[in-house]
């Protein structure tokens, strides 16, 4: 890039969907496109791993690779001549936001939310007891969770606590053969350890009922079609309440009226044959996990009843008794939340950026920070599926031109980062290097009869990145 170039500006912070949605709107907004508007957008994409894509790498299923076939869109927008990737630098320890701020008009935080919700119930540090975003990092072969492990050789029952898509994934990969997985980009490691796997059941902790429940339609059902593995539902569970029947027929979605009716056609289906069984259990909420010698047995839920609050959406309320659901290992799947970054303003309470539709705030109901942006599950929190980063993503550009076109922009030295970066001794990862990775990672996986064989510490990484350089 010429540093002396007119050309707009824009870190974009994070290279999940988000960042590629925001990419994509600014590549294609017509200050970038209408050629006497400036002359285009240069958009420079961060990430602290070497490689891209976020929660589509890390986060995704290795059965779901239609889901990941997302990445050929990014590889479109990546190709545009004004943009650029820089992996392996961390915004906090490898640049701040001041210098950032010396050298783009915009900066677009959109990095997602990398941690979890706590439980906030006795026994939750126990051994044996795993946050769901844990093991999903660790069978997708993220370098934050690639040491982990997990006892499956020794568990038969699991308890998973939140009925969400997250918990899907979890449940669908613990009960399915490890041999529908072995053709994937799973981990080696993992897919040996669900090969030495003794889990039989997984048991569902769902603290609203079926009409509530946060699955969507498909995954369920794609349980319920895997060979060798029922979706067994106690009957008085699927039974729905009056509030829940309302609430279907008023405000109910068409995909929760679809879960309603299939878990009571579970329910019909009885115990089944197989071996392998997701126990979906509804209106019990975790208040304990119990432990013997310091390793979990049981989780104590109390038994629910429903009661709408005051926007007419029915929340679960205690019925006074408990019971203990026995099992091996407790996985929590009760949804992600954001970490702080350094010199980024933080809402600890909603774990997320403090933000007014986009436009990121000095705090939660505070002022307006000039050029910072947010886009994504960091702009708004851990909901929705890929797709709705697209439409979150825009909204987030429209306000960049509003305010490019108001010159209430930040105002760099005409420099480019990428000088300074290697400077500070930064090894920046540039999208060449990591299309070199991939075709290596693709061909490494054809070697070994599977579709990618995927690098899981940044070390490994950085050594094959720069033997291919
Ligand atoms: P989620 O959809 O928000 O589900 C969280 C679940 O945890 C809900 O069942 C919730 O119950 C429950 N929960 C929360 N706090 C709880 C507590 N204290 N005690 C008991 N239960 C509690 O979150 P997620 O599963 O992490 O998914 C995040 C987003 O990614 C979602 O939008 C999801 O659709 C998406 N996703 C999609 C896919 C896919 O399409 N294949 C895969 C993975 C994730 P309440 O409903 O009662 O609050």
Avoid at 8 to 23: D, E, H, L, M, Q
Avoid at 161 to 187: F, H, K, Y
Avoid at 277 to 290: A, G, M, N, W
């Amino acid at each position: 890039m010429d540093p002396s170039s007119s050309k707009w500006r824009v870190a974009v912070i994070g290279s999940g969907p988000s960042a590629f949605y925001t990419a994509e709107a600014l590549f294609k907004s017509p200050a970038a496109t209408t050629p006497d508007a400036g002359s285009g957008v240069q958009v420079d994409m961060f990430d602290r791993l070497p490689v891209p894509f976020g929660l589509v790498r890390g986060g995704v299923a290795p059965d779901h690779q239609k889901i990941k076939s997302v990445v050929r869109v990014y590889d479109k927008i990546a190709a545009q001549p004004g943009f650029r990737f820089f992996g392996n630098v961390k915004l906090g320890r490898d640049l701040q936001v001041e210098d950032l701020a010396r050298c783009y008009h915009q900066i677009v935080y959109a990095f997602g939310c990398e941690s979890d919700n706590r439980l906030g119930a006795p026994g939750e540090d126990l051994a044996g007891v795993y946050s769901a975003t844990e093991f999903v990092g660790w069978y997708n072969g993220h370098p934050d969770h690639r040491h982990r492990s997990f006892d499956l050789q020794n568990s038969r029952r699991v308890a998973l606590i939140g009925n969400g898509n997250v918990a899907m994934d979890v449940a669908r990969v613990l009960l399915q053969s490890p041999d529908r997985l072995a053709p994937t980009d799973i981990a080696d490691y993992a897919l040996a350890a669900l090969r030495d796997s003794n889990v039989e059941e997984v048991i569902l902790l769902g603290r609203r009922g079926p009409a509530q429940a946060a699955f969507s339609p498909k995954e369920i059902e794609e349980i319920g079609e895997l060979d060798g593995v029922d979706v067994v539902v106690r009957p008085e569970e699927a039974e729905l309440d009056e509030i829940s029947r309302a609430w279907l027929e008023g405000a109910g979605a068409r995909s929760q009226q679809r879960n309603a009716k299939y878990i009571a056609a579970c329910a019909e289906l009885g115990e089944g044959s197989s071996k392998h069984k997701l126990r979906c259990r509804f209106l019990v909420s975790p208040t304990e996990i119990l432990g013997d010698d310091g390793r979990v047995r049981a989780v104590r839920v109390e038994h629910m009843q429903l009661q709408l609050d005051d926007s007419g959406t029915p929340r679960p309320r205690s019925k006074g008794t408990t019971e203990d659901v026995e099992c091996d290992l407790v996985f929590k799947a009760i949804g992600y939340r954001g970490e702080p970054v350094p010199g980024v303003p933080f809402d600890e309470r909603k774990g997320i950026v403090p933000n007014r539709d986009g436009r990121v705030l000095g705090a939660p109901g505070g002022e307006v920070v000039r050029g910072q942006y947010v886009a994504g599950w960091c702009k708004r929190g851990p909901t929705g599926l890929i797709g709705t980063n697209s439409p979150d993503a825009k909204a987030t550009v429209e306000l960049m031109l509003e305010d490019r076109a108001a010159a209430a922009m930040l105002e760099p030295a005409a420099a480019d980062i990428a000088p300074w970066l290697a400077e500070q001794g930064i090894d920046a990862v540039s999208w060449a290097d990591w299309q070199r990775l991939d075709a290596w990672e693709q061909t490494e996986g054809e070697k070994r009869g599977k579709l990618r064989h995927k690098l899981s510490s940044i070390d490994e990484m950085m050594t094959v990145i720069r033997e291919l350089r």
